[in-house]
């Protein structure tokens, strides 16, 4: 064997050597990773599944980065050689580490997402642990990119030297990038401030700018709501800290509909109140809470009737509105067609100005 290492040449036992381990390290790592499939399959917590799923990939390649760097004083390598390959691995090991560890931190959003079930009813808290977690994994994100990008510029010989000089005009260099960057940084750290005083959440129903539409994503700088008619408005996250809006499901998702109609002066208003009972007793998306019917403003020809109706949330609430005024016009049409609305005229009048004339 050491008669055949000493025939190849240098450079050929080197790449040689090297493939061997690579081969070797991602056969371990693979073997490695059967492994722990199985056990976590076993097992009933899902936080095991959570760790080899986000851990497999950057793993991987940490096995490689560390055979191969055990190997490199085995290596017939020059001084120029040696040199280029620490340079290179003062880029890559940082690289690899700040990849695990936004991996591990995927693995704590994955457990937060996990432990917060939003399918059940009331899923208000649930929902706010979800929208938390989500902006607090990005803000760690993006620290530990900033650090292992640091960390890589650190070991370029040519920036260390100029660190001092580098630090001197730090000053200068912030304001100009705080003043180019502003609007960035003015969502950056909205997004922090959204992640404490929290004024959406995942799922809310919100109306902005006019829209109505549920927050469907929420990143570092920017919110997602799904508008009712599967538009996506893209709204800045400092817009939700400095403008006002509503927001449907900020405590609970229960929420107080109503219906209004224009009727004639002289329609049975309690006829209408016992009719309406009747509709919302027995129509499925009403909870159970209130409803009633009231005369709330009277014109010269008509009065407008509202009714107050409560669903468990917002879309709830807007199918059993339409219901109600469906059935309720229909009613009016079938039964009551002295209801609708009629224009008088005084014929009396009218003729003695005829005659008048």
């Not at 510029?153 to 003043?179: E, F, H, Q």
Request: glycine share 6%; charged share 20%.
């Amino acid at each position: 064997m050491d008669r055949f290492a000493a025939a190849l040449p240098p450079w050929l036992w080197s790449l040689s050597t090297l493939t061997a381990v690579a081969l070797a390290s991602i056969a371990a790592h693979y073997i490695l990773y059967r492994l722990l499939d199985r056990a976590a399959e076993r097992t009933k917590t899902p936080t095991d599944n959570f760790f080899v799923r986000r851990l497999r990939a950057p793993s991987r390649w940490l096995f490689l980065a560390f055979a191969v760097t055990a190997t490199q004083p085995a290596l017939s390598l020059s001084r120029q050689g040696t040199e280029a390959w620490n340079r290179g691995a003062g880029l890559v090991m940082p690289g690899l580490f700040g990849w695990t560890g936004i991996a591990l931190l995927g693995v704590v959003l994955d457990f937060v997402q996990a432990k917060a079930d939003t399918t059940v009813a009331d899923n208000l808290r649930a929902r706010r642990r979800q929208t938390r977690a989500g902006i607090l994994y990005r803000i760690a994100v993006f620290i530990v990119l900033l650090i292992t990008f640091c960390m890589m510029l650190m070991s370029i010989p040519s920036v260390r030297s100029i660190g001092v000089t580098l630090i001197a005009s730090a000053g200068l260099a912030a304001l100009a990038v705080g003043a180019a960057a502003q609007p960035a940084l003015k969502n950056l750290i909205a997004g922090v401030q959204m992640a404490v005083t929290e004024p959406i959440s995942i799922d809310d129903v919100v109306i902005m700018d006019g829209e109505w539409g549920r927050i469907e994503e929420i990143r570092l700088t920017y919110a997602v709501v799904k508008i009712w008619d599967e538009r996506r408005l893209i709204v800045p996250i400092s817009k939700f800290l400095e403008n006002s809006f509503q927001n449907w499901t900020r405590h609970t998702s229960q929420i107080l509909g109503n219906v209004i109609w224009y009727f004639d002066a002289t329609v049975d208003v309690p006829r209408l109140r016992t009719k309406l009972e009747e509709l919302v007793t027995v129509n499925e998306r009403w909870d159970g809470r209130f409803f009633n019917l009231q005369v709330t403003d009277a014109r010269p020809e008509s009065i407008e009737i509202r009714a107050l109706m409560t669903a468990k949330d917002a879309s709830t609430a807007f199918d059993l509105r339409c219901d109600i005024r469906e059935s309720m016009l229909d009613f009016v049409r079938r039964e009551m067609p002295e209801a609708l609305v009629r224009y008088r005229a005084d014929l009396n009048e009218g003729a003695a100005i005829g005659m008048a004339a």
